[in-house]
């Protein structure tokens, strides 16, 4: 009797004759995606102060919101506080963006570096900027040097964090490559460094912007006299609901727009990558 050999499994599944595809992608982009939730948002807002289910003084309606913040238009006050605050985002952003990219730079290529950098920062992460706001208040006053130096921290951190995991996941083998051509340290930094930390770089700016604004928001609401902040601490004072959500509506758009500028720099200068997104 003639014993056969066991028949081997197969390794990959069976194709169905005739059977379509199933595509297991999210599927094609939706046109303004992401203004679906937002929107959704305002109109149980506006059903619900327009149904009487939400009290006006524990939140205003959408329609009073936007006459009060016509007249603060009206009057130069959103203007004028809306650029103070702009500033100060902008310049803690941009000294923090700097302070943590060089940091990162240095703890990636050197071990030194990380063995003398990495530990602090990640103590700083694990401490929040808001909670060193009485120790900076004691060390630099109220001034403006205090606000600047408490969104710098909140910026800092999460731009490292993210840079220096982005150079430790560079590919080895462009380094032996870069070993291989003889390239100088500076031509290695430009050609293999800089685009291998790139995406790791853009994450950490997406949430550095944001906590520039939550970092803004706090140190305006602290003996400031200028600013959003300021603003939304003396409506508090006086009970002006309207001017308090007119304050936030305009931080959450802030945020928006600027995450949304972080993203936008994102996908051209990573538009040769395909990723779930595309």
Partial sequence: ?????????SSTPAVVAGRP????????????????????????????????????????????????????????????????????????????????????????????????LDGPIQIKRAIPALALIPLLVLWFG?????????????????????THNGLRTID??????????????????RRIVLPGALPGFLLGMRFAVVGAWLSLVVVEQINSTSGIGYMMELAREYGQTDVIIVGLVLYGLLGLLSDGAVRLAQRRALSWRRTLAD
Avoid: C
């Avoid at 103070?84 to 703890?107: C, E, F, H, K, P």
């Avoid at 040097?145 to 731009?159: A, E, N, R």
């Fill in 172 to 189: 080895s083998r462009y380094v032996e490559l870069g070993e291989s051509l003889r390239l100088r340290r500076t031509a290695f930094i």
């Fill in 142 to 162: 109220i001034g403006e040097q205090m606000k600047v130096i408490t969104i710098t921290l909140g910026v800092f951190v999460p731009v490292y964090i993210h």
């Fill in 21 to 116: 595809r199933r595509r297991l992608k999210p599927g094609r982009p939706i046109p303004f995606g992401s203004a679906v939730g937002p929107i959704l948002l305002l109109v149980v807002w506006a059903a619900g102060s327009a149904a009487g289910w939400i009290d006006s003084r524990t939140l205003s309606a959408p329609w009073t919101v936007v006459s009060t913040a016509g007249d603060l238009i009206a009057n130069g006050r959103l203007q004028d506080n809306l650029v103070i605050s702009a500033q100060r985002a902008g310049l803690g952003l941009a000294i923090g963006t700097a302070i943590g990219t060089m940091l990162a730079v240095l703890a990636g290529l050197s071990r030194w570096g990380e063995a003398v």
């Fill in 1 to 9: 009797m003639t014993v056969s050999a066991p028949t081997r499994p």
